[in-house]
């Protein structure tokens, strides 16, 4: 790589600047009591899985200890804000990602990184996913659906995921599913829907490993 070709750093930091730029322009018209998200001076606080991220055009993207949380997800954050969903929630209908219109590409990527992850990593380990869950914000749901495990988590306010998983018994090996609500689309594009499930799955796989909730956010 020749010094004149932008590193990777650079370009995140171009990208954040231009979508705080761009909340700048837009931040007086935002509605952030619909979207879930409460103001602190000048500064948007947004729950992402259970923990709060802080938000402002003049002084970035923090987590809870104050740091720069992964590039994803401040993208996340940003956007969560500049699409700027109005109005009621509309149905209770789960959906997996590939129903939405424009998911195709990210469903290959998705169902490896999330489903096939979580499957293959706890399988056996019912208990440890239910606290894996639990410790980042989720809940066990009554979807009436018939699964070893249903568990809903909050990935932003407006975006709750239902976690499905079956654990293995011979001869059928273990299987998750990752839902959405049928109006995610609406407050989020599909790679960014895509990447909460994405974080899900690293978060969970990396405290089944050893990890702390503390050193796991990125």
């Not at 509605?31 to 991220?53: R, S, W, Y």
């Not at 954050?77 to 590409?105: C, I, T």
């Not at 978060?203 to 089944?208: C, D, E, I, K």
Request: aromatic letters at 10%; charged letters at 20%; hydrophobic letters at 40%.
């Amino acid at each position: 790589m020749s010094s004149e070709e932008p590193q990777p750093r650079a370009v995140f930091s171009e990208i954040r600047e231009y979508y705080l730029a761009q909340l700048a322009q837009v931040w007086e018209g935002i509605d952030f009591a619909t979207l879930g998200v409460e103001q602190n001076g000048d500064a948007a606080i947004i729950p992402f899985f259970g923990l709060p991220n802080r938000v402002s055009p003049d002084q970035g993207f923090q987590d809870h200890r104050g740091e720069q949380p992964s590039h994803a997800t401040c993208v996340a954050l940003a956007k969560y804000l500049l699409l700027n969903a109005g109005g009621p929630q509309s149905g209770d209908e789960w959906v997996a990602l590939k129903q939405f219109p424009d998911a195709a590409p990210f469903v290959e990527g998705f169902t490896n990184t999330v489903e096939r992850l979580i499957s293959r990593e706890f399988a056996g380990k019912l208990q440890r996913l239910s606290q894996g869950c639990t410790q980042w914000g989720g809940k066990e749901h009554d979807a009436g659906l018939s699964y070893d495990l249903v568990m809903r988590l909050d990935s932003l306010p407006r975006i709750p995921l239902l976690l499905l998983f079956n654990d293995e018994e011979d001869p059928f090996p273990a299987q998750c599913s990752v839902l959405y609500r049928q109006d995610a689309p609406r407050y989020l594009d599909m790679e960014c829907l895509a990447i909460m499930g994405i974080t899900l799955g690293q978060r969970l796989v990396a405290g089944l490993k050893g990890g702390s909730k503390h050193n796991l956010v990125g």
